[in-house]
Structures are given as C-alpha cells and as structure tokens.
C-alpha cells in the first residue's frame, strides 16, 4: 500500500498538539526544538498526518499577511520518512493556502538541510533572496515578513506562487 492511500491528514486542535511532541524531538535539537514546540503551541494551524490511528508527521501552518502564507514546520516521524508523508503533508498545505486564495507560499530551511530542500523542490519551491522579497513587497515589508518567519543566518528562504 502507498503512503497515499493509507495516510489522512487532520487537523490537530490546541488542546491535543501535545501529543505531537515526540515528533519534533526526532527531528529538531537545541534552539529549534525549543522554538517548534512553542510554536507547536501557539501557532494558528497544525495539521497532522495520521497513519492507523496515529501521528506519524505534522506541518505548522500560518498566514503572514495579505496573500502570503508560510510553511513553519514539517516534520515526519523518523521511522515513517521516505515513504512520501512529507509531500502527502506538503500537498495539503498548499491546498489549503490555494483554498484561502493565497498567492505565494514561502519556507525557510537551514542551508544544510538536504531532505528538506528537496522535499520542498520537489513541490515547485525555488530559493528566493531578501532582494528579490524586497522587490516585490518593498523593503520594509521584506523586514517584517523576514522578522515573522524568523529566517536566521545560515537558513535559506524558499518560495513557490500558488496558481
Ligand atoms: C524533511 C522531511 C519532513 C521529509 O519528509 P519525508 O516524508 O521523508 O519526505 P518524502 O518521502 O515525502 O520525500 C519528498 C521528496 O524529498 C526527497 N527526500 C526526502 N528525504 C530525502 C533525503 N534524505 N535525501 C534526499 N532527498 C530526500 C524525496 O526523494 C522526495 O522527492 P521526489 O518526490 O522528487 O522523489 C523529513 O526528513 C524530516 O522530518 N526531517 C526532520 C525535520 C526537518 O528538517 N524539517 C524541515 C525543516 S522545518
């Protein structure tokens, strides 16, 4: 069976996302597994992707402004990867930025991080600068979106258009 027909994606309420915790320590350390679970928390949307009854990769979604939405987090369970659960994931993410008529969808990724760039490569996103934000947003919105995403050095920032 494909990772497509057995997996459904839900969203996960307030009050039961801390039981998608064990996730994110599979997946993050130091400073980023601090901050995904905070964000884990208090983030506007989680979904999460549900294989025999059971969380096995989640993605924290959020609006940042007129017509921008922004992938904060996406994390599969170690032992379900490579099976397409983080495209399944991603997918659905952009569907729902698409159904929120949302133009362009961005993410950013530490620049190291191969399974994650190519995860999102995979779905359209190509790597984007601060100029080139500043130039379609003006630079102070550029700052402000930047300072929202939280982009540090040593991460890229990734976009796609959502058509
Ligand atoms: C990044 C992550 C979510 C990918 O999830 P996944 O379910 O394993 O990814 P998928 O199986 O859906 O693969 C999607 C695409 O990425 C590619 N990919 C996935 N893992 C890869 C790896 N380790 N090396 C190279 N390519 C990889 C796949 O080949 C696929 O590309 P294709 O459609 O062109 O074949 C997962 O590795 C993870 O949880 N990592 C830790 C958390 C993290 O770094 N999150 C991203 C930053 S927020």
Redesign the pocket.
Known sequence: MT?QEEVAIVDVPKRKRAGLEW?LE???EGW?LMH?KRTLRDIELVRAAMSTGKAV?LVMLKTLGKGVGY????????A???????????EDALRHFKASSLEEVF????ED???????????GFTRTSFGEVSKKHGSLHALNMYREMLVVPGEVLLRRTIT
């Open positions: 990772a996730i599979e997946s993050f980023y995904s990769g992938v904060y987090y996406i994390a599969v369970a170690k379900n990867r490579k099976r397409g659960i983080g495209k399944i994931l991603l993410a950013s990724v530490e991080n191969e399974p994650s760039e190519a995860l999102f490569a995979s779905e």
